[in-house]
């Protein structure tokens, strides 16, 4: 089944405690991207990547990191997490981000709360 | 950057009748708008998206349109149904690569049966 996993996907933290929400897809997309929900505020993307080793910030990147090492798998590291981080969290992929765009996959997202 | 506001934030209509949800941007270059439904303690869906060089768009009772000089683009849903009821995000993208996207603030649809 064609799908995009996020773990886990519900995390209580403490400030300044490093944690890393994974991301995987099974679809074999080149193209995965990272958004945080808040109430009123829509979807706000975070990272994104192109490909294997492409990484850009999205439009709010501070205080996250993302790597990309290998093409199904997209982490987002909370080096230091603070409760302004408290969120819903999605991850989501698609074939390609090209001119022929594809339909962004969800994953069912994390909801995170930093105390 | 790119701002994408969204109206209304709620909407409660009647079974049957007809909704509609606008949206505006603010950079002339985007040029990919799709539309999300998220039902409730659920993940976005796609459920219909319009490229720049079409002005309106029809999947079954959802329309998109779009004017490009106006800066705004809407959805419409016909003869809604409760199932229709969840909240729907606009977003704008642009460039070769759409890479970026920006995303309104959700508008809850409410269908009263």
């Known amino acids: 089944e064609a799908q995009v996993t996020q773990n886990p996907r519900y995390l209580i933290t403490v400030t300044g405690k490093k944690l890393t929400v994974t991301c995987s897809q099974n679809?074999?997309?080149?193209?995965m991207s990272w958004y945080r929900q808040d109430p009123g505020l829509g979807l706000r993307q975070i990272y994104y990547?192109?490909?294997?080793?492409?990484?850009d910030k999205g439009d709010v990147p501070e205080g996250y990191k993302v790597s990309r090492k290998e093409k199904r798998n997209f982490p987002l590291i909370l080096e230091s997490p603070s409760p302004n981080q408290t969120s819903l969290y999605f991850c989501?992929?698609?074939?390609?981000?090209?001119?022929?765009?594809?339909?962004?996959?969800f994953g069912p997202g994390t909801r995170l709360t930093v105390l | 950057g790119e701002n994408v506001e969204q109206h209304p934030s709620t909407l409660s209509v009647q079974e049957g009748d007809s909704a509609v949800i606008k949206c505006t941007y603010s950079d002339s270059a985007s040029n990919y708008f799709p539309w999300y439904k998220q039902e409730l303690g659920k993940r976005p869906q796609l459920i219909i998206d319009i490229r720049s060089n079409v002005g309106e768009k029809k999947d079954q009772r959802i329309a998109v349109t779009l004017n490009k000089t106006a800066k705004h683009f809407s959805l419409h849903i016909t003869e809604t149904q409760p199932e229709d009821s969840a909240v729907y995000f606009c977003a704008a993208s642009k460039g070769d690569n759409f890479n970026k996207f920006y995303f309104g603030s959700g508008t809850k649809l409410n269908v009263k049966p």
């Open positions: 679809m074999n997309h080149e193209y």
């Open positions: 990547s192109m490909n294997v080793e492409v990484t």
């Open positions: 989501a992929s698609s074939l390609t981000s090209g001119s022929l765009t594809d339909t962004q996959y």
